[in-house]
């Protein structure tokens, strides 16, 4: 038996102390322990035919010390690493020190390697020989960080790997000369585009530029092992320089960028389909790699990205998510999706000062070990250049590395030196390995500097003039790798200069042949056929929809349902017995609009805060047994189904879960994917990603969203923080049909506008933002009949039915959205005011302007035109509609307002004063207004409080 091959490291010296304290005391360890030592002193075990003679018992707090030593190499060697390029010192931690255990060189040649463990004590002569490689492998220019890892497998397979070297030369062998080249490529790119264009922003990768060959190791390696789908976000740093080399995106079509010529061309076909474009940092590109047997076998896909710097982490997250869901689940067209880890792998670029800094790193982190979200492990790289624009790491960090975040979340981290080549490629290969055999994250620490200011134009010797001083003098990788490459005899003194000038005749040739013809640097992206939305056919066979939802009422033989369930069961049955009494409530709509989107093939994905069941208790997509908690979700379990459906409850995160969503939805676009936050008001932390992906992202990116968003909408006292999905933000945000907007008030409005956005999916695909219903959701108002689900359509704007029956009646003619129109028509004053007629716009954006019209002109006699909303003035819809109303009333009719005055808070804090001031509005409805109000031209206010 070999104790010390088992124990080694912390567990090693465990054992010898227990020995030790055995041979003075017996009595002072456990009976099991004093058995075992009596037969198996671990004296004896130091005794090896490799291995120098036996280390007597007086020398045991040596090999103690011997051990702990290991083991501080092994956990704080990255301390005393060379992991700065530009030479500043390592902290260093006092554990790494021979003296800190009491040993000397003298003490460490006599003892054997075997107490050291692992591969290396494997083949080293001594102690004091293993000690040396070890720091040779743990303190020099790769720093291991794992120690903070609990996985022990995890720990042991790291080490083995670190330790044996089986993922660096000459062991995992390299072409250097290619290496050269490619340094070349990336450094001479640089340089010409300074040249030929000085001033101009880049955001130059100078000072990281073995990121391009370390992402091309990622590369080959994830596609030698199976991965076929590569998906990468980064920020702004660089992205050039990966997208010419890593992405193969043209020269010509950069350089043709910098040039940045007025094609009228260009511009008219961007104003066909709202198209801006963005700059050349932030766009993205795609590129296939031939395989050996199939015309592709890696796809390799850049996300563009906003200067939001760290916000494409969630974007790429779920865009991995997407492309490893299977179309098809393994058991059959429908159910639960699967997801296959080893389809995709998204690749992430940080900056140093926003992994830190930005919360959406955290949040994105966090959703790693997320069922459903995991991606199978994602690769960050940290491209370190040591400072923020002008602030150093003191000022943006409270951590000694800017990877530390990535600790909290159990996430191996590599600390490397970016003027080391070798110990950079070996970083990529043992970054893929540990993802593909653990299917977790792994973290890079490219710890380099950057040559040039924060932009081309952007002088940082204002800031640091000590620190600019070191880099001016400081040699490029290139020009290291080339003097290490010539100093070793591996290439001719005059071949690195012979590539630097191969590189820019290549490009000064491709620049000078540039030619700027019309329909350059145009969009790609084609309007929607005309009238894809109007025309659309949202209607079901009422046979149809009574077969889906008794199939949804079927619960397993051996399931027990939550008796408080039983009611909501009986209502959806009674829709089947009476297809024409209104006992359709908003969430069973919704069950069969997804029951028949599935039935159709689309394939869905709804998550949110609490959507399985739901904040208001209305969903009940998923149900529990009440006895031992087994889930059963129905959808999931639908026999006309021909497509997955899959529903998650989200983390407590807006901002990266609306982007993962975003993500998932642009890489698979034939999916409806649903987002719901838990109140309204939620999607205010989510403004980065609503403004800068969701209602954006078709004119900068010509990418093409179809993203739902659920926000919870409505006034019932509730406070500040429970009333408002901010619809004002939204139909801000609103033009060039870049979304739709909906605040409609029925459950067969809803289920024909969920049929809708999916049917349109592959012919007119948009965002839809919901303002959905909360006292609404189970209200007798809001309820439909089963035949109005099948017979029905999705209808922009609801009329009257009471004042359409007599129109010419009519003198006050109220457009209102949302829950509001319930007050209203609930109102005892609704009988009294037959004169008064209120009309529903139920879609918002794009604005129903011909509805509306009709509407206007069937109740031509109405002296009082008025918009009524329960919102602020300067919220809500008000602002919005205004001047379409107001273009609309060409006949000098005036148009008022009627509802809350302009507020900073969104709503009352208490649920009284909110009575008061709703039940004025309500009033004010039905009231005449004064003589010289109507006669005004222009819009009057009139508000329950000034």
Not at 96 to 124: F, K, N, Q, S
Not at 806 to 827: H, M, N, Q, T, W
Not at 908 to 922: D, L
């Amino acid at each position: 038996m070999s104790l010390l091959a088992d124990f080694y490291g912390p567990n090693a010296a465990y054992v010898l102390d227990l020995y030790e304290r055995f041979r003075q005391d017996p009595g002072s360890v456990d009976p099991a322990t004093r058995a075992y030592f009596e037969r198996h002193p671990p004296v004896e075990l130091l005794e090896s035919a490799e291995a120098p003679p036996p280390v007597p018992s007086a020398a045991l707090d040596k090999v103690a010390g011997l051990v702990n030593l290991a083991n501080a190499i092994r956990e704080y060697g990255h301390l005393a690493a060379q992991l700065d390029p530009l030479g500043s010192p390592p902290p260093g931690d006092p554990s790494l020190e021979l003296a800190y255990h009491h040993l000397t060189e003298e003490d460490l040649r006599a003892l054997p390697p075997g107490p050291v463990g692992g591969p290396i004590a494997r083949r080293a002569a001594t102690a004091w020989d293993a000690i040396q490689q070890l720091r040779e492998v743990y303190c020099r220019h790769i720093g291991y960080d794992y120690d903070h890892l609990r996985n022990a497998e995890e720990r042991e397979w790291l080490r083995e790997a670190a330790e044996s070297g089986r993922f660096r030369p000459p062991a995992d062998p390299i072409n250097p000369t290619a290496l050269l080249e490619r340094l070349t490529q990336v450094e001479v790119f640089e340089q010409f585009l300074q040249r030929t264009f000085p001033g101009k922003t880049r955001f130059s990768i100078e000072g990281l530029d073995m990121m391009v060959p370390l992402l091309d190791e990622i590369v080959g390696e994830a596609a030698e092992s199976g991965i076929y789908t590569i998906l990468m976000g980064m920020a702004h740093r660089g992205r050039l320089n990966v997208l010419a080399h890593v992405l193969n995106k043209p020269y010509s079509q950069i350089l043709l960028e910098f040039k940045d010529p007025v094609l009228s061309s260009a511009m008219e076909a961007g104003n066909d389909v709202g198209w801006t474009g963005d700059v050349k940092y932030h766009t993205g590109a795609r590129r296939s790699l031939p395989g050996d047997a199939n015309p592709v076998a890696v796809t390799v896909s850049m996300a563009p990205n906003p200067s939001h710097l760290e916000h494409v982490n969630p974007v790429v997250e779920g865009m991995a998510r997407a492309a490893g869901t299977l179309d098809t689940p393994r058991k059959g067209p429908a159910g639960a999706p699967d997801f296959e880890h080893h389809i995709s792998l998204p690749v992430l670029i940080h900056g140093d000062a926003a992994f830190p800094g930005q919360g959406v790193v955290a949040e994105t982190l966090n959703f790693s070990r997320l069922p459903g979200y995991l991606t199978g492990g994602t690769i960050h790289i940290i491209a370190n250049n040591q400072i923020g624009f002008t602030t150093e790491p003191s000022q943006y960090r409270s951590t000694l590395y800017a990877s530390d975040l990535a600790k909290g979340f159990k996430i191996p981290i590599v600390h490397v030196n970016a003027d080391s080549p070798l110990a950079c490629i070996e970083a990529a290969r043992l970054a893929v390995a540990y993802r593909n055999r653990f299917k977790k994250d792994f973290l890079i620490d490219l710890i380099g500097y950057r040559r040039l200011g924060h932009n081309e134009g952007d002088e940082p010797r204002f800031t640091q003039p000590v620190l600019y001083a070191k880099i001016d003098r400081h040699p490029t990788v290139r020009q290291l790798w080339a003097e290490h490459l010539v100093r070793e005899g591996m290439v001719d003194a005059e071949l690195p200069e012979k590539l630097v000038q191969e590189q820019f005749q290549k490009l000064q040739r491709i620049y000078q042949g540039l030619e700027v013809q019309e329909g350059q640097l145009g969009p790609e992206l084609k309007p929607p056929p005309s009238g894809a939305a109007r025309n659309v056919q949202t209607q079901v066979e009422l046979e149809h929809l009574r077969s889906l939802l008794e199939a949804l009422l079927h619960l397993p033989e051996d399931f027990r349902l939550n008796p408080k369930l039983e009611r909501l069961f009986q209502r959806r049955r009674q829709a089947l017995e009476a297809p024409d009494e209104p006992n359709v409530d908003w969430g069973t709509a919704e069950q069969l609009a997804f029951a028949t989107i599935l039935a159709d093939g689309i394939p869905i994905r709804l998550t949110g805060e609490d959507v399985e069941r739901g904040t208001f208790s209305h969903r009940h997509a998923v149900l529990f047994d009440v006895e031992n908690g087994a889930p059963h979700i129905p959808l999931q379990n639908l026999p006309q189904a021909r497509a997955f459906f899959e529903i998650h409850n989200s983390p407590l995160t807006e901002n990266a879960a609306i982007a993962f969503e975003y993500g998932y939805n642009i890489q698979t676009p034939e999916r409806l994917v649903l987002w719901e936050a838990q109140y309204g008001d939620f999607i205010n932390t989510a403004q980065a990603m609503i403004d800068e992906f969701v209602v954006s992202g078709r004119a900068k990116w010509e990418q093409t969203p179809s993203l739902v968003l659920l926000l919870p909408h409505g006034y019932e006292g509730q406070g500040p923080d429970h009333s408002s999905g901010r619809l004002e933000r939204f139909l801000q945000l609103a033009a060039e049909t870049n979304m739709r907007i909906a605040n409609c008030t029925t459950a067969a409005q809803y289920f024909h506008l969920l049929r809708r956005q999916a049917l349109l999916l592959r012919t007119d695909p948009l965002p839809l933002v919901v303002m959905t219903p909360k006292s609404l959701l189970r209200h007798p108002l809001a309820m439909s009949t089963l035949r109005e689900l099948a017979e029905g359509r999705w209808q922009p704007v609801l009329d009257d039915p009471q004042a359409r029956e007599a129109p010419e009646g009519i003198r006050r003619l109220i457009f209102c959205s949302g829950k509001v129109y319930v007050d209203l028509v609930s109102s005892s004053f609704r009988k009294e005011r037959p004169e008064v007629a209120l009309v529903r716009v139920e879609q918002l954006y794009p604005f129903p302007e011909a509805e509306v019209r009709e509407i206007l002109e069937r109740y031509a006699g109405a002296q009082e035109v008025v918009w009524l909303q329960e919102e602020p003035q300067n919220m809500g819809a008000w602002e919005f509609v205004r001047p379409h109303l107001a273009s609309l009333l060409a006949d000098g009719r005036p148009l008022h307002y009627v509802g809350r005055p302009r507020r900073a808070s969104p709503a009352e804090g208490s649920a009284a004063w909110h009575q008061v001031n709703q039940a004025r509005i309500v009033e004010q409805a039905f009231t005449p207004l004064p003589e010289e109000e109507v006669q005004r031209s222009e819009s009057g206010v009139r508000s329950p409080q000034s």
